[in-house]
């Protein structure tokens, strides 16, 4: 069994930074596509950012392009989610996940196409 566990959200003013991070146990991820989801209040989860399984491609939503870096270290099992510019609707519970089914070539970008989630992280941006 595979455990995602995040960390790094917090609470920052509008314009600042936040560095969140996805350390996986229980398996080596370097092989599969990981990424980034969020859940702002009343609102659906939605995507962020995904990468493959190297690292050699990334995908960002609208939103967040040009503001956020997703990254690996596979040699630390950790995905991680560089946010800058941070705006007030950027605040959510931000979830990593991951496609353990097959090798991650491309990158993935919506919710049923990953099997494994962590707990969660909230990031809360004030103006």
């Known amino acids: 069994q595979v455990l995602l566990v995040e960390s790094g959200g917090g609470l920052v003013q509008a314009g600042g930074s936040l560095r969140l991070s996805c350390t996986a146990s229980?398996?080596?991820?370097?092989?599969?596509?990981m990424g980034w989801f969020r859940r702002a209040p009343g609102k659906e989860r939605e995507f962020v950012a995904g990468?493959?399984?190297?690292?050699?491609?990334?995908t960002y939503a609208n939103s967040v392009q040009g503001r956020f870096i997703i990254s690996r270290d596979n040699a630390k099992n950790t995905v991680y989610l560089e946010m800058n510019n941070l705006k007030p609707e950027d605040t959510a519970v931000y979830y990593c996940?991951?496609?353990?089914?097959?090798?991650?070539?491309?990158?993935?970008?919506?919710?049923?196409?990953?099997?494994?989630w962590g707990q969660g992280t909230q990031v809360t941006v004030s103006s």
């Open positions: 990468i493959n399984w190297n690292g050699g491609r990334t």
């Open positions: 229980g398996r080596t991820f370097s092989i599969y596509s």
């Open positions: 996940a991951a496609d353990l089914r097959r090798h991650g070539v491309v990158v993935l970008s919506n919710v049923e196409d990953y099997d494994t």
